[in-house]
């Protein structure tokens, strides 16, 4: 049998950012050199960068610069599909303050990814029909991913389920050195979850007021398309005003789509 291909798309854009000194005597108010913290400065710029577009897009929300004018970076985010909500409810704007982040969502969502369902009609109701999701294999066992917001790990660590498990727990001993458990809350199910600040947040018009909430991202295998352009990122210094004063200017050409392959959502379970 053949094996059917399908094909998916990534626009690359460009984003730059600079730096530039007031000159050579406000430079004499610092104790450390000046072109070093300017670098290290735009070094931690694009990490936090890289992650809000990845963030960002995998949750279905149109990346834009900081200009006056924000212009959309790459092509417009891709709208998911396959939505988890808090509670047993089946819109966002149902949600309350007390439909916060438990186990039992972790639940659901692997479920939904291991066997694939069309409108899931049990409590926590996904929004529409989900298409399998393929786990990550390590050591030879199956493992999903989840990245939580810290207000989400506050209330997860906070049930009365989490607690008792890790009361339990023995630890994965023969996995402790892979990098993929590295930095990770725990595991819960075969779902290893993380927390990250750039977790999308927002609100909705929940019964009676505007409801805070966060969008975690349940994923499995190739959940997004990364391409590059090379010298990426690349490192520019200059000077103006007769040497007084230098400037350092980064810059990339890049690219991240949540993953899509003949129409079909399948890269992530958005649990809001």
């Known amino acids: 049998e053949a094996p059917n291909v399908y094909v998916d798309t990534v626009t690359m854009d460009q984003l ?4 530039i000194t007031g000159g050579k005597l406000s430079e004499q108010r610092l104790a450390w050199e000046m072109r070093e ?5 735009l070094a931690y710029w694009w990490a936090r960068i890289v992650d809000d577009v990845i963030f960002k897009k995998l949750s279905g929300t149109t990346f834009t610069d900081s200009a006056s004018t924000p212009q959309t970076f790459g ?15 089946t819109a966002s704007n149902q949600l309350t303050t007390s439909d916060t982040f438990d ?28 298409w399998r999701i393929r786990p990550m294999i390590v050591g030879g066992k199956p493992y999903y991913g989840c990245v939580l917001h810290p207000y989400q790990v506050t209330d997860l660590q906070g049930t009365q389920a989490w607690e008792q498990a890790h ?15 590295t930095g990770a809350l725990g595991l819960w199910n075969g779902c290893i979850m993380y927390s990250h600040d750039k977790v999308v947040t927002g609100s909705d018009a929940g019964p009676g007021a505007d409801v805070p ?37 980064t810059g990339m050409i890049f690219g991240f789509d949540k993953t899509t392959f003949n129409s079909k959502d399948f890269a992530v379970i958005k649990i809001r």
Not at 107 to 112: L, P, V
Not at 167 to 181: A, K, Y
Not at 233 to 247: L, T
């Open 167 to 181: 009361r339990e727990i023995q630890g994965l001993r023969e996995h402790n050195d892979n990098p993929i458990f």
């Open 103 to 130: 186990p039992v969502l972790l639940r659901r969502a692997k479920e939904a990814a291991m066997v694939g369902v069309g409108t899931y009609a049990a409590a926590g109701t996904l929004n529409s029909s989900i």
């Open 37 to 41: 913290k300017m670098k290290n400065l």
């Open 75 to 89: 092509e417009a985010a891709t709208a998911n599909t396959n939505n988890l909500y808090g509670g047993g409810k």
């Open 16 to 19: 730059r950012h600079a730096i």
């Open 213 to 249: 909430y966060a969008d975690a991202l349940f994923f499995g295998y190739q959940a997004g398309i990364w391409a590059e352009a090379q010298q990426a990122p690349d490192w520019i210094e200059k000077s103006f005003d007769f040497d007084d004063q230098y400037a350092v200017a």
